[in-house]
C-alpha cells in the first residue's frame, strides 16, 4: 500500500477520501448515516474548521474540508473516525443478536495477529488527502 504524504498548507482545501474496514458497507444503513452526520458535525464544531461538501457512500466517504490552521487536519480525522467507530462498534455489539449487525460485527473484527487494544476496526487506518 502506498503511503501518501501528509502536508497541509495554509488555505488549502483538502480532498479526503477513506473507506471502511474491508470495504464493509456500513452506510447502507439509515442509522449509522445519521450517526456518522451528527459525528461531523460535533466535530466540526469543536475544530473550527470550514466543511466545504461532504459525501457519504456505502463503503467509504469524500470530504472537502478547511481546517485551520492547516496543520489541524490530521487531529480533525483522528476525531471523527474515533468517535463514528466507537459509536457504530457500540450500536452493533448492542444488537449482535440481530443478523445484519452480528454479520457486520464479525466482519469488523480485527484478525488475533494486530497488535492493538483494540478488537474492531471501522475505517482503513490511513485515509488519502488529495489537493
Sequence with gaps: ????????QPGQLPFITTSTYRRSRLFACQRFCWTFAETLHRVRQETGFLLIGWVLMPDHFHLLIQPQPAGNTVRFMQELKKRSAQQIIAALARNQDHPRCGTMLARLRLPPSVHSDAHYRLGQRRYVPLG
Design 1 to 8: 500500500m502506498p503511503i501518501y504524504g501528509r502536508h497541509f
